[in-house]
Nanobody, 124 residues
Framework: QVQLVESGGGLVQPGGSLRLSCAASGFTFAYYSIAWFRQAPGKEREGVSCISSSDGTTFYGDSVKGRFTISKDNFKNTAFLQMNGLKPEDTAVYYC?????????????????WGQGTRVTVSP
């Protein structure tokens, strides 16, 4: 019954915006930090952003800082990733993951749950 489901991906032109959603069920969402990872074709999965369950502190990878914003609504059991100023190099499958405490930049970190991903394509 534990699920993380991403949605909101699609095709967008460079400079455009998308908002990704990560809907959770089957666990106490408020106690978990939520991270976004992405995997581009031919590349390893990389950390994009994370929001801490302890105090709401947010973290961003250097390549997305200033363009992406992470948020978390514990009453809706949903996390979001607002992506602005999209670039072709942002093209990837985006995944959300949940950890009981803290934020971790490696996908080898103690993430208990993973979604199946949503595809983002940035192309003219």
């Amino acid at each position: 019954q534990v699920q993380l489901v991403e949605s909101g991906g699609g095709l967008v032109q460079p400079g455009g915006s998308l908002r990704l959603s990560c809907a959770a069920s089957g666990f106490t969402f408020a106690y978990y930090s939520i991270a976004w990872f992405r995997q581009a074709p031919g590349k390893e999965r990389e950390g994009v952003s994370c929001i801490s369950s302890s105090d709401g502190t947010t973290f961003y990878g250097d390549s997305v800082k200033g363009r992406f914003t992470i948020s978390k609504d514990n009453f809706k059991n949903t996390a979001f990733l607002q992506m602005n100023g999209l670039k072709p190099e942002d093209t990837a499958v985006y995944y959300c993951a949940a950890a009981r405490s803290g934020c971790y930049w490696s996908d080898k970190g103690p993430y208990d749950y993973w979604g199946q991903g949503t595809r983002v394509t940035v192309s003219p």
